[in-house]
């Protein structure tokens, strides 16, 4: 019995961490999960330890990918064009979250970069109820946004991920366009 009952404390405790991995109620405890996301060199807690929007806007690309590289495979004729636009959209498009392709891809080279910058504690100053800068021993300051669930996280790549999201949603619509081009053209040709 005694077995049974820790077995559900600990599942219990699993669950309710596991619900929680991406509520950093604090820019200190932001900077924390994001400092050690990077020691450990874990780009899914790197991921995790990202503000709302930023993780926000890297779903939104992929998920741009995803319907782009849909739409080639789908109404692109064989070719040169169809296969650059494959090859284009398909590692975004084929992993199985944007969690997993930013672990993947984009954390190692971030990972690299930011190592030594979060080696010891950092100082918290506030610019406003939203926004933190975490102070690092070398002077570094390291932007920590709060999202609009209340979570902080690190927001250093908001501004990149946000042009990018704006790329993804126009390539999408040129997509769009030439695919329609494409059935009008076969359209034509089988008259």
């Known amino acids: 019995m005694r077995e049974t009952l820790l077995a559900t404390v600990l599942l219990a405790s699993a669950v309710t961490v596991a619900g929680c991995r991406h509520k950093s109620k604090t820019p200190e405890e932001a ?12 780009g899914a807690a790197l991921f995790d330890a990202l503000d709302q929007s930023t993780r926000w806007d890297l779903m939104t690309i992929q998920k741009a990918h995803r319907e782009a590289y849909d739409i080639v495979l789908s109404n692109y004729p064989e070719g040169p064009e169809r296969q ?8 975004e498009a084929t992993a199985p979250s944007a969690r997993e392709f930013f672990k993947n891809q984009t954390a190692p080279g971030l990972i690299s970069t930011l190592k030594a910058v979060v080696a010891g504690p950092a100082k ?22 709060r999202g609009q669930d209340g979570s902080w996280g690190y927001a ?24 329609a081009d494409y059935e009008r053209a076969a359209a034509r040709a089988a008259k």
């Open 124 to 145: 918290i100053e506030r610019k406003d109820d939203n926004e933190v800068e975490a102070v690092v021993a070398s002077g570094d300051r390291l932007p920590f946004a």
């Open 156 to 179: 250093g790549l908001q501004k990149q991920t946000t042009e990018d999201k704006n790329r993804a949603y126009h390539d999408l619509d040129v997509v769009r366009a030439s695919a």
């Open 84 to 91: 650059r636009e494959k090859r284009r959209y398909e590692p």
């Open 31 to 42: 900077y924390q999960r994001f400092a050690g996301a990077v020691r450990a060199q874990d």
